[in-house]
């Protein structure tokens, strides 16, 4: 999936719905959104009537807005202070999901905002949160059953409609707006669900951020450690301000538990601030909780490039924070794939700011994710390892590498999509697909596909790599091939192929073979393929291996088989 795709998105609501659709038309921030609006105020006939004219333009997505009394008619009696029970109440969230679920399976995505009330009212204020008589509480019990409901479907998504409720405060809702064209909520709650709706595209198709750069003077703490000396910078203690820095570094060490990096460039002695960083007591990040670091006087644009490099992620990938506009004005110019948000002066707002993002939106949460920085300093060690051993060989052999294969099951299908849909440089084929079109394609008879996890002496880097088989004939073509730049180099992308080829041989089948699609950042799986002993057909982008011939399995790695009959 590029930047630029296009995405069909039909809106299905029971209130007037048109200025969702303009902020989703307009703005400059991808991807670019084509809303298809549905017959107003049919919400149940156009889940169950897949003949109707809005769904012959073939939507890739759909957001299903509703207003709870208007889909669950026992809720309508408790507004109105009626008789009616919970299990009633709940039983029409049920059958309304069942509905939701089945239109999901036309479609690559849903989202669904959860059900809110207009502020004004009181429900019924002192007893509005009292089981089985308020309304607060019965409303949030539905919007929890429907969350429950969703959870298995791996393309649905429920976005928390309150936030936006929240952040337009007194012009969340109109009486005026709703009476003369049916409209329920003000603009500035359009306005943030359409950039909501567009964040969480941006992470479903592998377009998240997943590293924060820091400065540190003044951003990490306050003032210039080259002049204060790491004693007297501001950081914690009785003071709003230290305190503040110490907050803003919480909210940093939080989102690495979501699978985001942290990277330093700074101008300044790394001395000096590698110091700061390990002996001032208040300092809630360690140098283990960065990924790397660049610490000297040169052009911060050139190095976030060199950090970047360094980490095999892409310039798209990275978020940039400083607290001087001119070295943020520098990179924004110099790197525009590069996010440079605004940031405050005040670093009282610095954590507020920060958890405002919405780059970081990611599907899922991976066992794999949330150990990313662990890994990454585990990589550190690994490097600094291989400069003192010298001999690549001698390196490998000491790294006690054990590469574990199993068959895609349900439990590491997310982190399999994941790293399906996000991976580049070592992705032989660049598809991509949702949860349910890879585990469907996974269960086609004359399809297999196994998942590789790899760990060492230094640490499990977890689930890292995919290949997957196509029975053709009397051929097994190799579909993906898909490696994570952490594991790179190590003898992990032999080991795939060694698995093929040996399926391959048990299968009885005379040839294994590839077609390398090219894009323009897996040229490291070109570069790999072309010096891995296969045979190279058309334009060099095509290869095969006779399975005559067993293909070696590196002698530095141990293989751990589960279930898995190759």
Wanted: with cysteine; hydrophobic share 40%; proline share 5%.
């Amino acid at each position: 999936m590029t930047e630029n795709r296009q995405y069909k998105c039909l809106l299905i609501s029971d209130f007037t719905i048109d200025n969702l659709a303009a902020y989703l038309r307009g703005g400059s921030s991808p991807p670019e959104i084509i809303p298809l609006i549905s017959p107003f105020n049919q919400v149940i006939r156009v889940l169950l009537d897949n003949s109707l004219e809005c769904w012959q333009k073939n939507p890739d997505l759909a957001v299903v807005w509703t207003q709870p009394k208007s889909v669950i008619p026992s809720f309508n009696r408790i507004m109105n202070y009626e008789h009616t029970t919970e299990e009633r109440i709940l039983q029409e969230v049920d059958e309304f999901s069942s509905l939701l679920l089945t239109i999901g399976k036309r479609l690559k995505y849903l989202f669904i905002p959860t059900w809110i009330l207009p502020s004004y009212p009181r429900g019924t204020g002192l007893l509005d949160m009292k089981s089985g008589i308020g309304i607060g509480v019965t409303l949030a019990r539905m919007n929890l059953r429907l969350a429950d409901n969703m959870q298995e479907a791996s393309n649905i998504f429920l976005l928390n409609a309150q936030n936006w409720i929240i952040g337009a405060g007194k012009d969340a809702f109109s009486p005026k707006l709703w009476y003369m064209g049916k409209i329920a909520f003000g603009n500035i709650v359009f306005q943030r669900a359409a950039r909501e709706i567009k964040a969480a595209l941006r992470g479903i198709t592998g377009k998240a951020r997943k590293l924060i750069i820091l400065d540190l003077d003044d951003t990490l703490w306050g003032g210039i450690v080259g002049d204060l000396g790491w004693e007297k910078i501001i950081l914690g203690g009785h003071d709003p301000i230290g305190e503040a820095y110490v907050d803003f570094q919480r909210g940093l060490k939080a989102l690495t538990n979501r699978g985001i990096l942290l990277g330093i460039v700074s101008k300044n002695e790394e001395t000096t601030a590698i110091e700061a960083i390990n002996k001032r007591p208040e300092m809630f990040l360690t140098l283990d909780d960065f990924a790397g670091w660049k610490i000297n006087w040169k052009d911060k644009a050139r190095n976030i490039i060199d950090l970047i490099s360094e980490l095999n992620l892409g310039l798209d990938s990275a978020v940039f924070i400083d607290d001087n506009p001119v070295e943020r004005a520098r990179v924004k110019a110099t790197l525009p794939e590069v996010l440079v948000p605004e940031w405050p002066e005040d670093p009282i707002f610095y954590k507020q700011i920060l958890l405002g993002l919405r780059c970081f939106d990611a599907p899922s949460i991976s066992r794999e994710d949330s150990s990313r920085t662990k890994m990454y300093v585990s990589e550190r060690k690994r490097q600094a390892m291989e400069i003192n051993l010298g001999s690549m060989e001698k390196w490998l052999q000491s790294l006690e590498i054990t590469v574990k294969i199993e068959k895609l099951s349900t439990g590491d299908l997310p982190r399999t999509a994941q790293l399906l849909n996000k991976t580049n440089q070592m992705n032989l084929s660049t598809r991509r697909m949702t949860e349910p079109e890879l585990y469907t394609w996974a269960k086609k008879p004359g399809h297999e596909l196994w998942t590789f996890r790899v760990s060492d002496k230094f640490g499990d880097s977890g689930l890292t790599g995919i290949i997957s088989l196509k029975t053709e004939n009397d051929r097994g073509k190799i579909v993906d091939f898909i490696l994570s730049c952490r594991v790179m180099g190590r003898g992990v992308e032999e080991t795939m192929l060694h698995t093929a080829i040996t399926r391959v041989q048990t299968l009885g089948l005379n040839q294994v073979f590839a077609e390398f699609i090219p894009t323009n950042r897996n040229r490291p799986c070109l570069e790999f393929w072309k010096n891995s002993g296969f045979a190279k057909g058309r334009r060099d982008l095509s290869f095969s291996w006779n399975t005559r011939s067993p293909y070696t399995l590196p002698n530095w790695i141990t293989l751990v088989n589960s279930e898995v009959s190759v």
